[in-house]
């Protein structure tokens, strides 16, 4: 074991998955835990796959996607978000959001460089940068509502700061950045040398508003990476499939790292995602329309229950604080699991300024959500 990588041997399995592995003892437990859309792939999307099949298209594609795939891409994010980027040039197709944000940061960091991250944070942002070497610094966005300002960026940044992951909507908070909170981060930002990874996969579930991307404000475009995927938008998961936009000399640089780690996406994925961008444009809509609907609920039952809680903009996450019951998150979540047969996932699970909270995933029926809150209800009531 000791001739193994340091850096390896101290990573720990994600908190979401062990505690998500604890609650495959329940089986009568209505689960929060997991961010999957309960929604089916669509039909249209499913049905390009089997024709996919069928026609033998099962062999490798370009390293960085296929050509028609990454013209859609293009195209969709372009209506959709006002992100204009040169397919050709500066569009990967990646085995999904988590793998771009693997090579994204591999391609900038180097060992001993430092990486902002507003906390808590979706646990899978650490590991990735040091597995690159590099070190991530915690910015603490608790008493900001969950988010980063110019104040608390500049205060952070160094000789050694090299990037900032900046997630809208966010995990596991579930708020998100409005324009004119963009506009001043820009401002904040262009004096420095920053790059910024943005991590979109959730613009689709946008509640409020537009989404809106850093990537699109004067002097931002060179210095991030965007990433998407249509996991959380087409309810396609399993389907692993990513992207990500970048001006072309740090693409050029990112492909090495996607044609070494897997040499493309599944063709077969692929293909299945052609028909999401050419023909599922308004698939997100319905899903986005139910889980705001499903956040107003659990936001007033969280509230009746005198728990605080940042009313989330968008995802189906909600991040309330359970500080007031004496209890730490995996105690919390632990309690709540075996007394009230409901599972939530302890805040220490996006690191240690998530202590205090938990995060309830919503991506669920809403009589099935419904019954878990009366459950959580009862219990802070008997707390």
């Not at 996607?65 to 293009?74: H, S």
């Not at 708020?175 to 904040?188: D, H, I, K, P």
């Not at 229950?305 to 632990?334: H, N, T, W």
Request: glycine residues 6%.
């Amino acid at each position: 074991m000791s001739k193994l990588n340091p850096i390896t041997r101290e990573l720990q399995i994600s908190g979401i998955r062990k505690f998500t592995d604890l609650v495959a003892n329940y089986p009568e437990a209505i689960s929060l835990t997991i961010g999957q859309p309960h929604w089916p792939t669509p039909e249209h999307v499913r049905r390009a796959a089997a024709v996919a099949i069928e026609d033998g298209r099962t062999t490798y594609t370009p390293n960085r996607g296929l050509p028609a795939l990454r013209q859609a891409v293009a195209t969709y994010y372009s209506d959709k978000f006002q992100l204009e980027y040169q397919p050709e040039t500066e569009i990967l197709v990646t085995a999904g959001a988590t793998h771009a944000l693997d090579i994204s940061l591999r391609t900038l960091l180097q060992p001993g460089d430092e990486v902002l991250i507003p906390g808590p944070a979706y646990p899978g942002y650490e590991p990735v940068v040091r597995l690159a070497g590099a070190n991530p610094v915690s910015i603490d966005t608790r008493k900001d509502g969950f988010k980063v300002t110019p104040a608390s960026l500049k205060a952070h940044v160094n000789e050694r700061t090299k990037a900032i992951v900046l997630a809208s909507p966010a995990n596991p908070t579930g708020v998100a950045y409005t324009r004119e909170e963009l506009s001043e981060l820009a401002g904040a930002l262009r004096p420095t040398n920053l790059y910024v990874i943005l991590d979109e996969i959730y613009s689709e579930l946008h509640f409020a508003e537009q989404h809106v991307s850093l990537a699109t404000f004067p002097d931002m475009r060179h210095r991030c990476i965007v990433i998407h995927g249509l996991s959380k938008s087409h309810s396609m998961t399993g389907w692993r499939i990513g992207f990500t936009f970048a001006p072309a000399e740090i693409t050029a640089e990112m492909v090495k790292l996607l044609q070494y780690s897997i040499t493309c996406a599944s063709s077969i994925s692929q293909y299945a995602a052609l028909a999401a961008m050419e023909e599922g444009r308004h698939d997100a809509k319905p899903m986005r329309e139910q889980y705001r609907q499903n956040r107003d609920m659990v936001v007033a039952s969280l509230r009746r229950m005198g728990l605080q809680i940042v009313e989330p903009q968008g995802a189906f996450y909600a991040f309330p604080d359970i500080s007031a019951s004496g209890k730490s998150s995996q105690q919390f979540a632990r309690d709540l699991l075996q007394e009230a047969n409901v599972a939530v996932i302890p805040g220490d699970a996006f690191g240690v300024l998530g202590e205090g909270y938990v995060r309830l995933s919503y991506a669920c029926e809403p009589d099935k959500l419904r019954e878990a809150l009366e459950r959580i209800g009862h219990f802070v009531e008997a707390l």
